[in-house]
């Protein structure tokens, strides 16, 4: 066994063509860099720093080609030698098309979260952003709760995307993401609404204390589990002006229809025939009595891995209560939204409902 010591997860990978080195991606802090092997044992050596690499192979004796993107370019073929060097890239795809956006700046941030400990995010200006002045802030909370939001361009979430009307996003990688050590994603196990939602309000009060953020303009929108802390960050606080739902868990119990379990015992801490208890304490159905903020509710009719019930029972909730909602169903769509022009409905429809309670 050649990484049980080393606390990141390789994926992808190949050979050299000897045999005696292997290359691989995997995260590291929120980006996806390739390293390299020997077969004989040691120490992963990173070769190239995303961005977010997303494939690699060993192209003969001498190479590497990779595809790789970051928050500013779409995914691109690149080369380099064995060794990291030589970086050139091999398509130019889309360089025409983004020479005609205008990008705000990222920045990576890490501050004090649940429990103390140490929490990664970034933060995505608007284009023309002016210190000092007073913009609304948007989470975009990642799904998994295994995963990373990452140094990646996404047609799905796409960060500068949300940033582009004007408002100053974050991507907390709270805990339970990955990339960060196994007892970070363990962290959560049993409490996925606990350090997470501790996270994100944490991340609020560092933006806000920043002096760039408007505190009755705060918004947070998230899909799968993203959609699940939104839902619980419905029935915990009134902070936020608005909130976006895609394809959420309001019902934990609910999930035991989702298509794949993926130990989900474990994720919650207990099965529905030994401790429902302890199951129904993390489940944001549990905490309507609470919701107030106006909240946009979108689903794929098809979407079997969080089944549309979940969608529809929160917003009935929702409207039953006079909370102002919005619910959009894709027919043609599951989990993921993955039609071009539904898409481009979609960016409209999450991005009006932000417009409607943020300006």
Known sequence: VLT?????????WSFTPDGRTLFFLAEDRARTHVWSLPVSGGTPK?????????????????GLVFTYTTFRRPAELAAVKLDGSGFRNLTSWNDALMAQISFGEEREVVFKGAGGDEVQMFVVHPPGFEKGKKY????????????????EFLLRWNAHAFAAPGYVVALVNFHGSSSFGQAFVESILGAPGDKPFQDVMAATDVLVAEGSVDPKRIAAAGGSYGGYLVNWIAGQTDRFAALVSHAGIYSLLGQFASDYAYGRQHSYGAYPFTNPSAIERWSPNRYAANLKTPMLVVHGERDYRVPITQGLELYGVLTAKGVPARLVAYPDENHWVLKGTNAKHWYGEVLGWLARWLK
């Open 46 to 62: 990173v070769v190239w720093k995303g961005g977010r690499a997303t494939a690699v192979e060993v192209a003969g004796p001498a």
């Open 136 to 151: 609304p802030l948007v989470h975009v909370v990642h799904g998994g709760p295994i995963g990373t939001s990452g140094d």
């Open 4 to 12: 049980e010591g080393w606390d990141r997860v390789p994926q992808g």
